[in-house]
């Protein structure tokens, strides 16, 4: 009987697998993960990663093997022992994962064994979507139209498998018990759709009521492919609206807009896409950066998201966008400090949303918003958590303060009595600032 390899990474479930029927068309499948070191980075995100390969093996009855070590050496040796003729992966299309691949590639070839990409992480693999003149896309909204024109195939299902058990596995290393896996991952879905899809295309921007899918740590695993998401909604009726879909649907679009632009550019992972900023004046000010990162900048907004960072290893998208407008354009950081430390803590740190998320708040991405688009700390707090109450749940200094005070407790009395920090900065002196280096900049060309 054949045997073949199924070597797991971004796509850790079993429903809805192309590359796992590939393997299982073919006959016994040894289900693999390796636990490379060079992805550790986020003690937290790789705690959370173990938690999602404890649920896979569960659901292979116990089969995955788990190996630790470099992909290159351990794919081909567990491919050797199982006697497999293929090892069959999702496309990866990050910059490390290609090149790891094309390593382990190597590696297999020489052994006579096939690498057999099949499907990816997204419901249209990058490089795929392109315009008429054969290019890229670097701006949304024309790509979202050809990402939908161009379609994606119907969900694989649940595949027959016979898993084959005789290898021997590492143990999984000790981790924490929390929400994990792919039976996860589908009830958050059903609950979301059910419960909170009516009403997202306003209520996703407000903190306060935590109304989107928090899906994206489930979608970075793999624990759930987005073309199950984009084809339940096609075959449900929601309670939602157009509007609510459409919008839901053009957020899982980011996500594949962001993968495609790395896909051709895997440079721009730590460095500016666009070269329309290139000189432009950064400060280093390991304080500041400090302020930022442990959420004592005295502006409400920005710490209560940064403290959300620490405290789930999660934020909220609006803040997201303020935390990160806040560090390039009132502290004058470059963006990559930044990014760094969202990699280090996000539970869905995924690096083509991040890099392209943090690149668009610093104007050096796909997007038109252009650089002198500064995002006022206060007035977007006061419309997005207009009763505050998104930052008394992180600031407890701030909890004395009614409604809308949270936000600007230096004009109330006792605002700072509770040991809530002066403001490192003023917004209106700094945002002059970042508009100043701007024209320097253009002058100087
Ligand atoms: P929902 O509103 O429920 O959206 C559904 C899904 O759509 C998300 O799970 C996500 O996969 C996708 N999505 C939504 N908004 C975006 C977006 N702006 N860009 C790309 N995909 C999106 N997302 C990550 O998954 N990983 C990151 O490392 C990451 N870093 C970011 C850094 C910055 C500076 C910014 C501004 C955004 C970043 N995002 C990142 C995008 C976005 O903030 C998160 O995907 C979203 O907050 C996740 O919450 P949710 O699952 O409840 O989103």
């Known amino acids: 009987m054949t045997t073949s390899l199924m070597w797991f990474r971004r796509d850790l479930r079993l429903g809805d697998h192309p590359a796992l029927q590939a393997a299982a068309a ?7 993960f390796v636990l490379d070191p060079r992805l550790a980075g986020s003690g937290r995100r790789w705690e959370r990663l173990l938690a999602s390969l404890a649920a ?12 630790q070590g470099d992909p290159a050496e351990v794919v081909a040796e ?60 670097r701006v949304f909204t024309p790509f979202l139209r050809a990402w939908r024109e ?28 929390q929400e994990a896996g792919e039976r996860a991952a589908l009830h958050r879905w059903e609950d979301f759709r059910a419960e909170d899809l009516a009403g997202y295309a306003t ?26 998401l984009l084809a339940d909604l096609d075959a449900h009726g929601t309670g939602a609206s157009g509007e609510d879909v459409e919008r839901f649907v053009a957020e899982l679009a980011w996500r594949e807009f962001y993968a495609d632009v790395l896909w051709h550019d895997p440079g721009s992972a730590w460095r500016d896409l666009r070269d329309g900023l290139d000189g432009m004046r950064y400060d280093e ?38 935390v990160a407008s806040f560090l390039v354009k009132d502290l004058h950081l470059w963006w990559p400090a930044g990014a760094r430390h969202f ?35 206060v007035t977007q707090g006061l419309r997005f958590d207009p009763q505050g109450d998104y930052v008394r749940r992180w600031v407890p200094e701030l909890r004395h303060l009614p409604g809308a005070a949270a936000h600007e407790p230096w004009r109330h009395r006792e605002g700072l009595a509770q040991g809530y920090p002066e403001r490192v900065v003023d917004h209106a002196e700094e945002r002059r600032e970042a508009l100043d280096r701007l024209a320097e900049l253009k002058e100087s060309r």
């Open 26 to 32: 073919e006959g016994q499948v040894v289900p693999l």
């Open 56 to 67: 896979l093996r569960e659901e292979t009855d116990g089969a995955l093997v788990i190996r």
């Open 78 to 137: 567990v491919a050797a022992e199982a006697g497999a003729s293929q090892v069959h992966v999702s496309t990866e299309t990050n910059p490390y994962g290609r090149r790891r691949d094309a390593a382990v590639e190597r590696r297999l070839a020489a052994a006579g064994i096939g690498l057999v990409g099949t499907g990816s992480p997204y419901a249209v693999t990058p490089g795929r979507v392109r315009n008429a003149s054969g290019d890229p896309y």
């Open 150 to 177: 161009h379609g994606w195939r119907a969900p694989a299902g649940d595949p027959q498998v016979e898993w084959m058990t005789k290898l021997e596995s590492d143990p999984l290393p000790a981790h924490s018990d």
């Open 203 to 228: 209520a996703r921007d407000r903190p306060d009521l935590d109304r989107t899918s928090r899906l994206s740590v489930a979608l970075k695993f793999g624990e759930i492919h987005p073309r199950t």
């Open 285 to 322: 000010d390991p304080e500041l950066l400090e302020a930022w990162k442990s959420g004592t900048t005295g502006y409400p907004f920005v710490d209560a998201g940064m403290r959300q960072l620490l405290g789930e290893g999660w934020m909220h998208n609006r803040v997201r966008m303020v």
């Open 343 to 377: 990699m280090d803590h996000l539970l869905d740190g995924d690096m083509a949303s991040n890099s392209h998320g943090w690149q668009w708040a610093a104007g050096t991405g796909t997007d038109a918003a252009p650089y002198f688009r500064i995002f006022n700390p």
